[in-house]
Nanobody, 121 residues
Framework: QVQLVESGGGLVQAGDPLRLSCAASGRTFGSYAMGWFRQAPGNEEREFVGSIRWIGGITAYADFVKRRFTISRDNHKNTLYLQMNTLKPEDTAVYYC?????????????WGQGTQVTVSS
């Protein structure tokens, strides 16, 4: 079992930065990669934002990120980060951390509970 706890969400203005954290505990060594997803209001599905391998740190991002977001991890702290810059109102969503079996988080093994990010215009 892997437990994932997100933090850092909140209400910000358009153009502001925000950093999300995801603390992982449990059998994290079994995860190939970690990722971030988001689910906007009214959307039924979660949208892939990006992922990073635990070993090697290779990252992958969705096209809409356009270098505004950066994923990083601290292996010693078992913590995943999502640095979001130049936020837009359309970035408003619940952001979820995920433990994944492969690159691009095509297969998600565990989910966090989510943290709300609201960007006002």
């Amino acid at each position: 079992q892997v437990q994932l706890v997100e933090s850092g969400g909140g209400l910000v203005q358009a153009g502001d930065p925000l950093r999300l954290s995801c603390a992982a505990s449990g059998r994290t060594f079994g995860s190939y990669a970690m990722g971030w997803f988001r689910q906007a209001p009214g959307n039924e599905e979660r949208e892939f934002v990006g992922s990073i391998r635990w070993i090697g740190g290779i990252t992958a991002y969705a096209d809409f990120v356009k270098r505004r977001f950066t994923i990083s991890r601290d292996n010693h702290k078992n913590t995943l980060y999502l640095q979001m810059n130049t936020l837009k109102p359309e970035d408003t969503a619940v952001y979820y951390c995920a433990a994944c079996s492969n690159d691009w988080c095509m297969s998600v093994d565990y989910w966090g509970q989510g943290t709300q990010v609201t960007v006002s215009s």
